[in-house]
């Protein structure tokens, strides 16, 4: 079994590996920030002028702050977050145990084991502002989703998805954004997908926004139906979206059109 099991695993790394260049992206990787105007650009190197900054600060009092029924915070297991949660959110979504979980994911379990507390509602303020927090101690360091024996047939069923047309516009996420990125839709370039910046502050939203809502937006775009947010489908696709990013630099927060 375990002989069956190295085989199974080395199959889909040579698979993968042999894939790669398959993405028309290539090696010339680029974040959706090298597309935005200097404007925007400047509101997202700025925290005086990027709105994000007000999630980050309050996911930064409930860090600190004791809640649930056992009433202890963040803090009291992982310390300073500057180091604990150092490159964190560039490892998610990862296996703990045998669940695939989503950073999101993480902070509930955490929330419903250690502070017995009730787990964040998917979207809600508070999930975004302790996700967003978490993540702003990764920026600038590089996403380090590798390919393993225990996430390898999650990230094969995050690649399948990205590939599958869907919708009554049988579009697939690779045809826009490895096929036709850098082209123009509705006169605007086309970014190639990459998911460095989550959560972000998204104009069109007038809010900050996890990557599971952008995907969500995407599925409606082609006409299809979204799948549930939390939904094992999305933290597979988030997967795969991750290791396609690989070694690129963390932005969180970010701020997009």
């Known amino acids: 079994m375990r002989r069956l099991a190295r085989c199974c695993w080395l199959w889909l790394a040579c698979l993968f590996s042999a894939?790669?260049?398959?993405d028309p992206v290539g090696s010339a990787r680029q974040s959706s920030y090298a597309l935005?105007?200097?404007?925007?650009?400047s509101m997202q190197d700025d925290p005086s002028q990027n709105p994000a900054t007000f999630w980050v600060l309050d996911?930064?009092?409930?860090?600190?702050?004791?809640?649930g029924k056992r009433q202890i915070a963040c803090a009291t297991c992982h310390g300073a977050e500057s180091t604990s949660m150092k490159g964190v959110a560039a490892s998610f979504p990862k296996f703990v145990g045998s669940n695939l979980?989503?950073?999101?994911?993480?902070?509930?379990?955490?929330?419903q084991t250690r502070?017995?507390?009730?787990?964040?509602?998917?979207?809600?303020k508070p999930l975004l502002a302790l996700t967003s927090y978490i993540g702003q101690q990764s920026k600038g360091l590089p996403i380090t989703i590798q390919i393993t024996p225990v996430n390898a047939l999650a990230l094969e069923a995050g690649k399948t998805l990205f590939y599958e047309k869907l919708g009554q516009l049988n579009l697939s996420c690779a045809q826009c954004h490895a096929e036709r990125s850098g082209q123009k839709l509705g006169g605007n370039p086309?970014?190639?997908g990459h998911p460095t910046a989550y959560?972000?502050?998204?104009?069109?939203?007038?809010?900050?926004g996890s990557l599971q809502r952008r995907l969500r937006n995407?599925?409606?775009?082609?006409?299809?139906e979204p799948f549930a947010l939390g939904s094992k489908e999305l933290v597979e696709l988030e997967l795969f979206l991750m290791w396609r990013a690989r070694g690129m630099l963390m932005e969180t927060p970010g701020v997009r059109p």
């Open 115 to 124: 502070q017995e507390g009730e787990p964040y509602a998917p979207e809600s």
């Open 218 to 224: 995407c599925m409606t775009g082609v006409r299809a």
């Open 59 to 67: 996911g930064e009092s409930l860090w600190q702050t004791p809640s």
């Open 19 to 22: 894939c790669a260049w398959a």
């Open 199 to 208: 959560p972000l502050y998204r104009l069109e939203w007038q809010s900050v």
């Open 36 to 41: 935005m105007s200097p404007e925007n650009r």
């Open 190 to 192: 086309i970014p190639q």
């Open 101 to 111: 979980l989503s950073l999101s994911d993480q902070v509930n379990v955490c929330r």
